[in-house]
């Protein structure tokens, strides 16, 4: 079945630093991929995806790209802001199974 | 805001209680979708409806049942409630309901089993 693997964290980052996250996948059949976003007390939010492979996604100042070579799909942002404190699940669904398989998450938090 | 709505936010209620968790998805969403999120599981899915027919179906337990009505509000019934069932319930909707579609979820209904 389909799987993610996510960087474990939580992540403590000073202001304006670089942040990555790494984040694998395995899945039967070819997958769509996904950063979803949960600041703390609210739900989820699309972060940024990517349908097919060698897709870049942005959004925010943060980037993926879909390597279906090594079956990533890492996080990443050249500097980080507190606001971006807040919970970062990888996830992704196929054509087979539509739900969407997340990650364990992964906490970051950005200190001024 | 997702335009996803889900009632009630918080739900404090007994073992062996019945409890209903209500989603209104976005409008023009006909696939509704609902996952659990809990500090030992993660975010897990449950079940998926599309145009009121049931579509998919997760790790959900059989004390737990769901529905999608005509105007495409979803239901997540929950039985014999257990300590263990205290979690963050999602409710997330998309159009056609396929694999690359952007899911647009709630603010979760977070639910307290005593």
């Known amino acids: 079945g389909n799987s993610v693997t996510q960087m474990e964290g939580p992540v403590t980052l000073s202001e304006e630093a670089f942040l990555t996250i790494n984040c694998t996948y395995t899945a039967t059949g070819y997958p769509s991929l996904f950063w979803y976003v949960q600041y703390p007390g609210e739900g989820l939010q699309l972060l940024l995806k990517?349908?097919?492979?060698?897709d870049k996604g942005s959004n925010k100042g943060f980037e993926a790209t879909y390597r279906k070579e090594t079956t990533s799909f890492h996080l990443e942002k050249g500097s980080v802001q507190v606001s971006d404190s807040a919970v970062y699940f990888c996830a992704l669904s196929d054509r087979n199974d539509y739900k969407l398989s997340f990650g364990a998450g992964t906490t970051v938090t950005v200190r001024a | 805001d997702s335009g996803v709505t889900q009632t009630p936010k918080h739900l404090i209620t007994a073992t062996g209680q019945r409890v209903t968790l209500r989603c209104s998805p976005r409008?023009?969403?006909?696939?509704v979708y609902w996952y659990q999120q809990s500090l030992d599981q993660g975010l897990q899915f449950l079940i998926q409806y599309y145009n009121g027919e049931e579509r998919a179906k997760g790790n959900i337990l059989e004390r737990f049942s769901a529905q999608q009505f005509p105007d495409l509000h979803s239901e997540l019934n929950l039985s014999s409630l257990e300590l263990g069932d205290s979690a963050l319930y999602f409710c997330a909707s998309s159009a056609d309901g396929t694999a690359q579609e952007t899911q647009y979820f709630g603010p979760g209904t977070r639910l307290l089993v005593l």
């Open positions: 409008s023009g969403d006909l696939s």
């Open positions: 990517a349908t097919k492979a060698d």
